[in-house]
């Protein structure tokens, strides 16, 4: 049963950015689907693999540790699982999540990039890093503040074990199509402006389950999907 859902519902969402691009006047390709598999099963995964699905996210470090090992000899259509870390960033965790995936989707402040820059290993390439950021000035939520940006940026495509791809955010639930495109369109603005800058960034992770098809019509280039893949958690 777990297997046919999961088939379903990977060609259903794939029909919904598909859908969503073209709405948008963008080609077919321009949004990736990053598989928000934090609290799923190791199987899980590796079915989705089995389907072509390459990208997954991990918010619990511990549980990614043992799924990431469980999986090293997983691929997906020839293609290496491709591990992003999308949870809160502490320093104590820098050491592992440096080490084991190839993204962090959620820096948002210089000491954790530093730290990240430092930990990790030579024989790796450099850690793709986004920067995560409050677009909706939620008190309770991660990310710098629009006006640090700027700043942040600078110093952290200074750092050389790290490579700065781009902008990630969630920004405050809303069920309006309109203020969820409002949100994304001033985390676009944000992204273009660094890249008139002179940075070079391709990617800009926003849209969830319950509003991607706004965020596509804004620009996204990644959307992370957890319950609409893998269904409502416990």
């Keep these: ?22 709405k948008a006047g963008r080609p077919a390709t321009a949004t990736t689907l990053l598989a928000v598999s934090k609290h799923q099963a190791a199987p ?31 691929t997906a259509a020839g293609t290496p699982l491709e591990w992003h870390f999308i949870g809160p960033l502490q320093s104590n965790k820098c050491r ?10 959620s820096v948002d402040r210089l000491k954790v990039a530093e730290r990240l820059n430092q930990l990790r290993p030579a024989h790796l390439p450099p850690l793709n890093i986004l920067l995560q950021v409050n677009i909706s000035k939620e008190q309770r939520k ?8 700027p700043t942040l940026a600078a110093a952290v ?6 490579q700065l791809r781009g902008l990630m955010a969630i920004p405050a ?9 409002h949100a994304f369109r001033e985390l676009a603005i944000a ?4 890249i008139d800058a002179g940075y070079p960034l391709d990617t800009l992770s926003m849209g969830m389950s319950d509003d991607l098809e706004a ?17 409502a958690r416990d």
């Design 1 to 22: 049963m777990m297997s046919a859902n999961l088939n379903t519902n990977l060609r259903q969402l794939h029909e919904r950015i598909v859908h969503a691009l073209a």
């Design 44 to 74: 899980a995964v590796a079915h989705l693999a089995s389907l072509g699905q390459s990208a997954f996210g991990e918010s619990y470090l511990q549980e990614a540790l043992v799924k990431i090992a469980a999986l090293s000899n997983v």
């Design 96 to 105: 592992d999540i440096a080490a084991h995936f190839s993204w962090v989707e």
């Design 142 to 149: 991660s990310g710098c503040t629009p006006q640090s940006l």
């Design 157 to 162: 495509a200074a750092l050389p074990r790290l």
């Design 173 to 181: 639930a809303t069920d309006d199509p309109l203020k969820q495109r």
């Design 191 to 194: 992204q273009q402006q660094l």
């Design 215 to 231: 965020a596509i019509a804004e620009g996204s280039t990644q959307v992370r999907v957890g319950t609409a893949l893998f269904g």
